[in-house]
């Protein structure tokens, strides 16, 4: 079983997901009502217990390390994130169900995330790769992607079908441990220009 640890920052601290996270979630989701997005899937209040509950079964079986993102200067969440698809014998794992408050988005609180979850991975985790797959249509998060330094490698056609019914073309990319060193020192140089 994997222990998701608490990994902290300047501006914000990345702790374990619990059960009792969920007014919180709801209410950094309905900032911007970010249930209501199509290329991604955010829990409202319908369904962030089982949001939550699906997170926690995978940490139970060692291939989940869920999160609540907290902004530090405030104490609130605004929003989650995972380490999942975690797979210790091939040391790799995905970082996604990625989201943020409307209100979050566009700070140093999403580039500062990614920084202490890279970090982790590859110098604590010891990973050879980490991937991140987004929804085609979602302009931003493929933007945000390619920010951090990750190389995209593909589409994969159909990959799931999403809660409206419709059949989701997603892209993959990924950062391998040959490329950290220099995709570390390009975000820290970024964080320090936020």
């Given amino acids: 079983m994997n222990t998701t640890p ?16 969920a007014p919180a979630l709801i209410e950094a989701a309905a ?16 369904a962030v217990a089982a949001y939550i509950a699906r997170a926690l079964e995978g940490e139970r079986a060692g291939t989940v390390m869920p999160f609540v993102i ?16 975690v797979d210790r014998a091939n040391r790799k794992l995905e970082i996604g ?8 988005q566009r700070s140093s609180i999403n580039t500062e995330a990614k920084f202490l979850l890279l970090t982790y991975a590859f110098e604590t985790l010891d990973c050879v790769r980490v991937q991140f797959t987004t929804d085609e249509l979602n302009e931003k998060s493929r933007a ?11 589409i994969v056609r159909h990959e799931r079908i999403m809660p409206d019914g419709r059949k989701r073309n997603s892209v993959r990319f990924s950062i391998i441990d040959d490329e950290w060193p220099d995709v570390r020192e390009k975000l820290e140089a970024r964080l320090k220009a936020l």
Avoid: C, M, Y
């Fill in 6 to 21: 608490t990994l902290t920052g300047t501006t914000v601290e990345l702790r374990p997901l619990r059960e009792t996270d």
């Fill in 70 to 85: 907290v902004a530090r200067a405030t104490g609130r969440v605004v929003g989650s994130t995972r380490f999942w698809k």
């Fill in 144 to 154: 945000a992607i390619l920010r951090l330094g990750a190389k995209q490698e593909g």
């Fill in 31 to 46: 900032d911007g009502e970010l249930w209501n997005l199509k290329v991604t899937v955010v829990p409202g209040p319908a």
């Fill in 97 to 104: 169900h990625t989201w943020l408050a409307a209100s979050a």
